[in-house]
């Protein structure tokens, strides 16, 4: 999807006027958002484990000149925590700065410091434009960051009988053509939940000699119990956050199985400074 459409506190290119039918999928994307925010304020195990998740991406953020922007921002949670971080998603909503495809940024050459984004690659329907995309616009030193869902042995079975999102490990997230990716281009909300693994984990060499001047500098697995347990956006809580600290706890204790377990990666890409 192409559409663009800005707030007017911010300036940046036109694009033309969305067609109806793309106005009827952002119309119902408008009210997924809204939905989600909705969820947010009222489940404080989510916010917490989030903030855990803002920390981690602030942490590994790069300290070179330019702008920070996270994509797919959805309610707007890294913003509040980071208020200088430029917000976009797919359609426009008042708490964001402006409405973007992840496939087409429309910032200029060598201009982001930082591009954010929590649970939005697996909803990206050709990754490969995006990161054609970030390496252009980040200035050199620059990095993406990404926490996204992990498939592991026993994710696997949770992601495929009892999560919405699709799960396809035989996709070819690098297909220029999108035909491949497991994620319909008419909807973005559409999703392919392991296309984080198949890139970074099960192909690492394939995004690199496609991508040379981006290279990944971390990866991390995590949420072995918590996340899972709390239901996300979509399902309900199965522990309440008292127990929080607990199964914290038992998450350290069962680190040496984490390959096993994990539910969510960290990836830390990072524009080379000779690109």
Same mark, same amino acid.
């Given at each position: 999807?192409?559409?663009?459409?800005?707030?007017?506190?911010?300036?940046?290119?036109?694009?033309?006027?969305?067609?109806?039918?793309?106005?009827?999928?952002?119309?119902?994307?408008?009210?997924?958002?809204?939905?989600?925010?909705?969820?947010?304020?009222?489940?404080?195990?989510?916010?917490?484990?989030?903030?855990?998740?803002?920390?981690?991406?602030?942490?590994?953020?790069?300290?070179?000149?330019?702008?920070?922007?996270?994509?797919?921002?959805?309610?707007?949670?890294?913003?509040?925590?980071?208020?200088?971080?430029?917000?976009?998603?797919?359609?426009?909503?008042?708490?964001?700065?402006?409405?973007?495809?992840?496939?087409?940024?429309?910032?200029? %050459?060598?201009?982001? #410091? /930082? =591009?954010?984004?929590?649970?939005? +690659?697996?909803?990206? *329907?050709?990754? !490969?434009?995006?990161?054609?995309?970030?390496?252009?616009?980040?200035?050199?030193?620059?990095?993406?960051?990404?926490?996204?869902?992990?498939?592991?042995?026993?994710?696997?079975?949770?992601?495929?009988?009892?999560?919405?999102?699709?799960?396809?490990?035989?996709?070819?997230?690098?297909?220029?053509?999108?035909?491949?990716?497991?994620?319909?281009?008419? %909807?973005?909300?559409? #999703? /392919? =939940?392991?296309?984080?693994?198949? +890139?970074?984990?099960? *192909?690492?060499? !394939?995004?690199?000699?496609?991508?040379?001047?981006?290279?990944?500098?971390?990866?991390?697995?995590?949420?072995?119990?918590?996340?899972?347990?709390?239901?996300?956006?979509?399902?309900?809580?199965?522990?309440?956050?008292?127990?929080?600290?607990?199964?914290?706890?038992?998450?350290?204790?069962?680190?040496?199985?984490?390959?096993?377990?994990?539910?969510?990666?960290?990836?830390?890409?990072?524009?080379?400074?000779?690109?």
């Amino acid at each position: 999807m192409t559409c663009f459409l800005a707030s007017p506190s911010k300036t940046a290119p036109e694009r033309p006027p969305c067609p109806g039918d793309q106005r009827a999928v952002h119309k119902r994307a408008r009210q997924r958002l809204e939905q989600h925010a909705e969820i947010w304020r009222g489940h404080p195990l989510l916010r917490r484990i989030y903030r855990r998740y803002h920390q981690t991406l602030d942490d590994t953020r790069s300290c070179v000149a330019g702008i920070d922007i996270e994509i797919g921002a959805g309610h707007g949670s890294f913003a509040e925590f980071r208020p200088d971080t430029f917000s976009c998603d797919i359609v426009p909503c008042p708490w964001l700065d402006c409405a973007a495809d992840a496939a087409h940024l429309p910032f200029a %050459d060598e201009s982001l #410091a /930082n =591009i954010i984004m929590l649970d939005v +690659l697996h909803h990206v *329907d050709r990754p !490969a434009d995006f990161f054609k995309g970030a390496a252009r616009a980040l200035a050199p030193g620059g990095r993406i960051l990404l926490i996204e869902p992990y498939v592991s042995p026993v994710s696997w079975v949770a992601w495929r009988f009892f999560h919405h999102e699709s799960i396809d490990m035989q996709a070819r997230p690098l297909g220029d053509d999108g035909a491949h990716t497991g994620v319909r281009t008419d %909807d973005p909300w559409d #999703a /392919n =939940i392991a296309i984080p693994t198949l +890139l970074f984990w099960k *192909d690492l060499g !394939a995004f690199q000699r496609r991508f040379p001047v981006l290279s990944v500098v971390r990866r991390d697995r995590f949420d072995l119990l918590l996340f899972p347990l709390s239901g996300g956006f979509e399902k309900r809580r199965l522990v309440p956050l008292a127990l929080a600290p607990v199964v914290h706890a038992l998450e350290r204790f069962l680190t040496p199985l984490t390959p096993m377990l994990a539910f969510r990666c960290l990836v830390v890409i990072e524009k080379t400074s000779d690109s």
